[in-house]
């Protein structure tokens, strides 16, 4: 009596998740060596270090650049990035006037109040006075969930945009929702039945190397923790409300319209060890 039974599928699919696991090893490694790199440009360790750590540092540039867009200038500090697209690029689905506001306003206000958080928990650390640690790291959760959420926002969608995912993105989908249209159809369900303020995500969840949908309160409540996020749809009502009103269904449909499924791609590619690394690092 045979204990396994090998079938082609079955197969394919071990070939699938094995070899994502040591490719994304692989991605993940070069992150941490980064990371690592980073670290020794802080203490300064001669010469040598110092030009491994330029290395290092332009490869976390890169990697960072593509996850999470635009999040710090050269030097690490927190900025709002420039639209990569006019304010009136995703017309009629999102409107100039809901693009000004929510970049320039809402947006900027994420980057500042991440900013002063991260000063005040400093300033705890130099006084040892920190009767407020527990108001500041949660000014920090909630400015930097929704200044990382919002770059990542931004560079997932496009002028021309819609359509769907390709390459090793819409393999992974198949895979782990059955079909690139469940998966779509389950963001956008999720998405528009977050309670309040929130949004919905496509990410990738580094524990159990697979796409998974979730949505988030507010920007950082109701996370998994160790997932990256791929694809995310704002759906406060400072996202849609001049246009759509009430209907966030409707907005979700247009957000459809101008996903750029090649950055979102791009993410999971990278993250794979499939693009970018290697040619960043
Ligand atoms: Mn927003």
Not at 64 to 82: E, I, N, R, S, W
Not at 128 to 146: I, K, Q, R
Request: aromatic share 10%; hydrophobic share 40%.
């Amino acid at each position: 009596m045979s204990d396994a039974k090998t079938t082609p599928d079955a197969s394919r699919r071990d070939f699938l998740r094995h070899g994502g696991l040591a490719l994304a090893g692989t991605a993940f490694a070069g992150i941490a060596m980064a990371q690592q790199e980073r670290s020794n440009i802080a203490v300064g360790h001669g010469a040598s270090a110092a030009s491994g750590a330029a290395t290092g540092a332009a490869a976390h540039k890169h990697l960072m650049q593509k996850m999470v867009p635009g999040a710090t200038d050269d030097q690490g500090h927190y900025v709002l990035p420039p639209l990569p697209y006019g304010y009136d690029a995703l017309e009629p689905h999102i409107d100039a006037q809901t693009m000004r506001l929510h970049h320039d306003k809402h947006h900027q206000g994420y980057v500042d109040g991440l900013i002063k958080a991260e000063e005040k928990l400093q300033e705890a650390m130099n006084t040892g006075d920190y009767s407020l640690v527990e108001y500041w790291t949660n000014e920090a959760s909630f400015n930097g969930a929704g200044h990382f959420l919002h770059c990542i926002f931004w560079d997932s969608m496009g002028p021309n945009g819609g359509g769907g995912p390709s390459g090793a993105l819409s393999e992974a989908m198949r895979r782990d929702f059955g079909s690139e249209m469940n998966g779509l159809k389950l963001f956008a369900h999720a998405s528009a039945s977050v309670e309040g303020s929130g949004w919905g995500i496509l990410g990738y969840q580094i524990a159990a190397n697979k796409l998974v949908v979730l949505q988030a309160r507010n920007h950082q409540l109701l996370s998994q923790w160790a997932i990256i996020p791929l694809l995310c749809v704002d759906v406060w009502e400072h996202a849609y409300y001049l246009k759509y009103q009430n209907k966030r269904k409707d907005y979700i449909d247009a957000f459809m319209n101008v996903v750029n499924w090649d950055s979102v791609g791009q993410r999971y590619n990278l993250l794979m060890g499939k693009e970018g690394a290697a040619q960043g690092m």
